[in-house]
């Protein structure tokens, strides 16, 4: 069976936070930028496709909306 896993993008709660970046899989990462953000989960993607599993990345957008990057 092929295991799905969800990756979430979360933008700073302050103006100088981090953008965080988690998994059910993983604990919580957090970068400086939104591109460091989507690097790291597209990182993690590639090696969970790798080892044969689905990965869903959804990025949260500024109205709080949470957008599907990567299906």
């Known amino acids: 069976m ?3 896993v969800l990756i979430y993008i979360s933008p ?3 103006a100088r936070g981090p953008w965080r970046v988690r998994s ?3 604990p919580v990462d ?3 930028s939104e591109r460091e ?3 790291l989960a597209g990182t993690y993607a ?3 496709e790798r080892a044969g599993g ?3 990345v959804k990025v949260e957008r500024q109205d709080g909306c949470w957008e599907t990057y990567k299906a």
């Open 2 to 4: 092929t295991e799905e």
């Open 12 to 14: 700073p709660s302050t």
């Open 24 to 26: 059910d899989h993983r």
């Open 30 to 32: 957090e970068v400086r």
């Open 37 to 39: 953000a989507i690097e």
């Open 46 to 48: 590639r090696m969970v």
């Open 54 to 56: 689905t990965v869903v």
